[in-house]
């Protein structure tokens, strides 16, 4: 045991694709404790793969070294990207061996366990505070802490989170608040919090709209408090640019593709919102959810104008960015060249920074031809990827009707 360590596994809910499940939890997850360092900033430390928790259910707890892999990999890549995310300490393989089913094809493999030590200012995610969540009318869970609500438990949790994560809040409340009505004053309180969850959350989620990276599972409890990327699982980056890129093999209904990404975060803030409602009445948090679309707008055009060059400033905030109309055209008709030539994503950025914006046309066309036209798939490549959805009969009639034209 780690001196000063305290084990535990974190108990949440979550609404998984669209429907809530009730109690989920860590289940292969192990917290260690929290430290506190020179620069005053709070990090919690936490096992991943180290064994059954509470909450495994009929899994082992355990990771195996391909995950553990690709989680450290995608966090801090995220990182030096400068997106939000927890990070990665180390990663420690053994010689013990779990089955794997690895394309869930009954062919099963030995894989190496692994653990991977992962470090957040917190884990807490939206799924923390539906403990309290009554019986669902669709699903008939309830969350494993329900009612318990109305003993402060839940106005607890909220001050734990702003009091370590948003001090800046109780900052603002103390020099706005002019009378001593307890109540009034933490109904301002937990709005500015819902507000500032919104406003990390949109700009996180435009971070990763611009830098082509799919989360794949943006289940409620895998949405980070703090506007962090979280739980690295069945993620991807889009490769050829298509908006309706799928990077989670069994989201077959597309809920998590690329394009829904922002649609998806709303939902799990609207979602957060009737969580919080006994804390936050939902006629005081509506207003600012009816922001969201306008605040990820501001935040997706501000990143994708300095990455095409035609915005100079440094800053990442909102404060002094004007999106002009031009702008938006520029970079709405860039991208909808990217989809209709399923050009490389991330290369295409990376192939115009060599780019002359003095040139003349002619050189402009040589440009793109000799440095964006190669990252463009092939036709037959782009003919695969068509999914026709019909059944043997209607497809001949279409047949006959194109032979008889």
């Known amino acids: 045991k780690i001196p000063g360590s305290r084990y535990a596994a974190h108990n949440y809910c979550g609404h998984q694709f669209g429907f809530f499940s009730g109690q989920l939890g860590d289940g292969a997850t192990m917290y260690i404790g929290e430290i506190v360092n020179s620069k005053n900033e709070r990090w919690e430390l936490q096992f991943k793969g180290a064994g059954k928790t509470p909450y495994s259910r009929t899994a082992d707890g355990r990771k195996v070294l391909r995950s553990s892999l690709r989680e450290f ?21 053994s010689d013990s061996y779990v089955d794997r089913d690895l394309f869930y094809t009954g062919d099963i493999i030995k894989e190496r366990c692994t653990i991977i030590t992962r470090l957040a200012e917190t884990f807490l995610r939206f ?9 669902d009318s669709q699903t008939g869970r309830s969350g494993n802490s329900t009612g318990l609500e109305k ?3 839940m106005d607890d949790m909220l001050n734990y989170v702003i009091d370590n994560f948003y001090p800046e809040i109780n900052a603002n409340q103390e020099q706005q608040n002019g009378n001593n009505d307890e109540n009034i004053s933490n109904i301002n309180k937990y709005k500015e919090f819902y507000r500032e969850v919104l406003n990390r959350t949109a700009k996180l989620i435009s971070d990763w709209q611009c830098c082509g990276f799919c989360h794949g599972v943006m289940n409620t409890d895998n949405m980070s408090i703090i506007g962090k990327t979280i739980d690295y699982g069945p993620y991807g980056f889009m490769d050829y640019y298509n908006p309706d890129y799928i990077c989670n093999a069994s989201d077959s209904g597309g809920r998590y593709s690329y394009k829904n990404q922002p649609e998806m975060a709303k939902w799990n803030l609207e979602t957060l919102g009737k969580t919080l409602s006994h804390c936050l009445p939902l006629e005081e948090s509506k207003p600012i959810l009816d922001t969201f679309d306008d ?5 997706f055009y501000l990143k994708m104008s300095k990455k095409l060059g035609i915005n100079t400033n440094s800053t990442d905030t909102l404060d002094d960015y004007q999106l002009s109309d031009e702008d938006r055209v520029i970079i709405d008709s860039f991208l909808e060249t990217l989809k209709n030539s399923s050009a490389d994503f ?6 115009l920074s060599e780019f002359d914006i003095f040139s003349s046309d002619e050189d402009a066309t040589t440009f793109v031809l000799s440095h964006i036209l190669p990252l463009c798939p092939s036709l037959e490549y782009k003919i695969s990827q068509i999914d026709i959805n019909m059944n043997d009969d209607k497809f001949q009639r279409l047949v006959g009707l194109a032979r008889s034209n």
């Not at 799924?127 to 019986?135: D, H, K, N, R, Y």
């Not at 605040?295 to 935040?299: A, N």
């Not at 991330?346 to 192939?351: E, I, L, M, P, S």
């Open 73 to 93: 990999l995608a966090s801090e890549a995220l990182f030096y990207l400068n997106i939000p995310t927890t990070r990665a300490g180390t990663i420690v393989t």
């Open 127 to 135: 799924g923390s505070f539906e403990i309290f969540l009554g019986t």
């Open 151 to 153: 003993t402060g438990l």
């Open 295 to 299: 605040v990820y707008e501001q935040y």
């Open 346 to 351: 991330n290369n295409t950025f990376r192939c």
